[in-house]
């Protein structure tokens, strides 16, 4: 384990939370809240100025499940597929993103 406390861990880190505020909600199945969707904007905002990168098929493909859960005319058991496959993607984020910073400091994948 090799912690190093600079900004930009520290600011990973806190996408990190986010995105695990962002799963607690999923995971309750409030479906119509906001938050995966602020996640992926952090996210996406942080990849795109850092060096530290998400596998973007993992990112992107996470952003079309999250908006895909928006829908509010969706059936209970599409629903809760959908509701797994992006659970599932911000719970490999979170992952990574931990991995980079207690890590080597490269993606897992």
């Known amino acids: 384990m090799d912690f190093q406390g600079t900004p930009l861990n520290m600011t990973e880190l806190l996408v990190a939370v986010l995105a ?6 999923t995971l309750r199945k409030k479906y119509d809240s906001n938050l995966p969707l602020l996640f992926y904007f952090v996210a996406l905002v942080f990849t795109n100025l850092t060096d530290r990168e998400v596998n973007p ?12 859960l928006r829908f509010e005319f969706m059936n209970q058991g599409f629903a809760k597929v959908i509701g797994f496959f992006a659970t599932s993607s911000m719970c490999l984020i979170i992952y990574v993103m931990v991995h980079e ?3 080597d400091g490269s993606s897992p994948f």
């Not at 695990?20 to 909600?25: D, E, G, Q, R, S």
């Not at 098929?57 to 999250?66: H, P």
Request: net charge neutral.
């Open 57 to 68: 098929y993992l990112l992107y493909s996470g952003l079309a499940f999250a908006l895909l």
């Open 101 to 103: 910073v207690f890590g």
């Open 20 to 25: 695990m505020v962002a799963t607690f909600m």
